[in-house]
């Protein structure tokens, strides 16, 4: 498999934590917006190194490619409750990355950290 990812601790940095957290909203929602940057881009890996788009990424996949990455393996410890875990928080990131696409017009490849924060935060702000 070529194009591995980098370490988890590269998908988001101590500074964009920081901005993350001035948006002063519940945690609950805090940690979804990581997740869905984190799984923005770990599957912005998988396509690129698949040679499709995350819209076309097919759960078989994210699960085989998930099954072959080694950075994953050895920070899981080869724990498949975790790989699992991390692959059903990857497909379900999905849908709130395809609505932030949809209304901001580009791909999901395209999207920037700023989109995605806005995002939830409109979304938590609207329920007030």
């Known amino acids: 498999m070529l194009n591995l990812p980098e370490p988890f601790n590269d998908f988001l940095s101590p500074e964009e934590c920081a901005q993350i ?3 002063l909203l519940p945690t609950r929602d805090r940690f979804s917006i990581r997740i869905a940057v984190y799984s923005w881009r770990y599957l912005q890996q998988v396509s690129a190194g698949l040679g499709t788009t995350i819209a076309e990424l097919q759960p078989q996949q994210i699960e085989d490619w998930l099954g072959q990455d080694v950075n994953l393996q050895i920070q899981a410890q080869a724990d498949e409750a975790f790989i699992e875990l991390f692959e059903r928080l990857l ?6 990355l395809r609505k932030i696409a949809l209304q901001e017009s580009v791909a999901i490849e395209q999207l920037k950290f700023q989109q995605i924060v806005d995002w939830f935060e409109g979304q938590v702000k609207a329920t007030l």
């Open 21 to 23: 957290d001035r948006t």
């Open 91 to 96: 497909m379900s990131a999905l849908a709130p």
